[in-house]
């Protein structure tokens, strides 16, 4: 029997996922980061992207915008402004969500106008990118 820990991903809107899990990847303030159990306590914020939970041969893909991840040695719980499970979100939309950002950055006035843009398309880039992976993932298991 593989060694899991707990782990939780809850929203605004409230619990995304509650499970056990061997490995749990996430975009943390510094990069990426891959946590297993018994790993040293931190905490971090989060920057918009992938969540990738692995429990046996299951993986389970999160989008997430924003939040903090805390890491304890059994328990890793991801606390999140907004999180969509990846097979939830709309590449169309996601598209045009960075479209407009683009759109907005080039039409961009201020400072602020720049840096709003910047985090729309940093957001959008990230759903893209999660919903990338999982299709990718998804036609190398064949279940696609």
Do not use: C, W
Not at 12 to 39: N, R, Y
């Amino acid at each position: 029997m593989a060694v899991s820990m707990q782990v939780d991903i809850v929203s605004a809107e409230g619990s995304l996922f509650s499970g056990k899990a061997e490995m749990l990847f996430a975009q943390a303030a510094d990069g990426e980061v891959g946590i297993m159990p018994h790993h040293t306590q931190f905490i971090s914020s989060l920057k918009p992207g992938q969540v990738r939970v692995v429990s046996g041969d299951e993986e389970d893909f999160f989008y997430v915008n924003s939040g903090i991840i805390e890491v304890q040695p059994s328990v890793v719980t991801i606390l999140a402004d907004t999180a969509i499970r990846a097979e939830d979100l709309d590449q169309a939309a996601a598209e045009e969500a960075k479209r407009r950002a683009e759109e907005a950055m080039d039409q961009a006035k201020s400072d602020t106008d720049i840096a709003r843009a910047q985090v729309e398309l940093a957001e959008a880039v990230a759903q893209i990118q999660t919903i990338t992976k999982l299709r990718d993932r998804l036609h190398k298991t064949g279940l696609a």
